[in-house]
C-alpha cells in the first residue's frame, strides 16, 4: 500500500495539482487586489462614493458604525462584503475563462502547425480515380 502511495504521489497528475494550488494562491491575490484596489473604487466612484466593504445590517447588540464593531457587537449581516466577493468571483471566472481560451487556441494553433495539409494526390492517381468512379456508374 506504501508502494502504490508513492506511485500515486510521484505521478504528473500529483505535481500538476500541487503546482495549480501554489499558483491558484498567487492568482487569488493578485484577483483580491484587482478587485479591492481597482474595481472597487471606481465601483464606488460610480455609485457615488459608496463603500461596499462598510455596507451591513446589524441584527444584535447596539448600533455600530463600521463592520468590524458591529461584528464584535452581535450577529450581523456583512451584505457589502458579500458583494465584494461576488464580484472577485467573477473576475476570477472571467479571467480563468479567457486564460483557458487562449490556452485553447495556442494548443489548436499548435496541432495545425503539427499536422501540415496532405499534399495533393499526383496526376496519374487522380486520373485512376476518375476512372475508377466512371466504371462503378456502368
Same mark, same amino acid.
Given at each position: 500500500m506504501i508502494q502504490e502511495f508513492?506511485?500515486?504521489?510521484?505521478?504528473?497528475?500529483?505535481?500538476?495539482?500541487?503546482?495549480?494550488?501554489v499558483i491558484g494562491g498567487a492568482f487569488s491575490k493578485i484577483v483580491n487586489s484587482l478587485v479591492n484596489d481597482i474595481i472597487m473604487p471606481v465601483i464606488g466612484v460610480l455609485t457615488g462614493g459608496v463603500?461596499?466593504?462598510?455596507?451591513?445590517?446589524?441584527? =444584535?447588540?447596539? !448600533?455600530?458604525?463600521?463592520?468590524?464593531?458591529?461584528? &464584535?457587537?452581535?450577529?450581523? @449581516?456583512?451584505?457589502g462584503n458579500f458583494i465584494t466577493v461576488v464580484i472577485n468571483f467573477l473576475i476570477i471566472a472571467w479571467v480563468l475563462f479567457l486564460v483557458i481560451k487562449a490556452m485553447n487556441s495556442i494548443q489548436r494553433e499548435a496541432e495545425q502547425q503539427?499536422?501540415?495539409? =496532405?499534399?495533393? !494526390?499526383?496526376?496519374?492517381?487522380?486520373?485512376?480515380? &476518375?476512372?475508377?468512379?466512371? @466504371?462503378?456508374?456502368?
Open positions: 508513492k506511485e500515486f504521489a510521484v505521478k504528473g497528475n500529483m505535481v500538476d495539482l500541487a503546482i495549480g494550488v463603500d461596499f466593504s462598510n455596507m451591513f445590517i446589524q441584527l =444584535a447588540g447596539a !448600533p455600530q458604525t463600521n463592520l468590524e464593531a458591529a461584528r &464584535e457587537a452581535g450577529a450581523t @449581516l456583512a451584505y503539427d499536422s501540415p495539409e =496532405a499534399p495533393p !494526390p499526383p496526376r496519374d492517381v487522380v486520373l485512376l480515380e &476518375e476512372i475508377r468512379d466512371l @466504371l462503378k456508374q456502368k
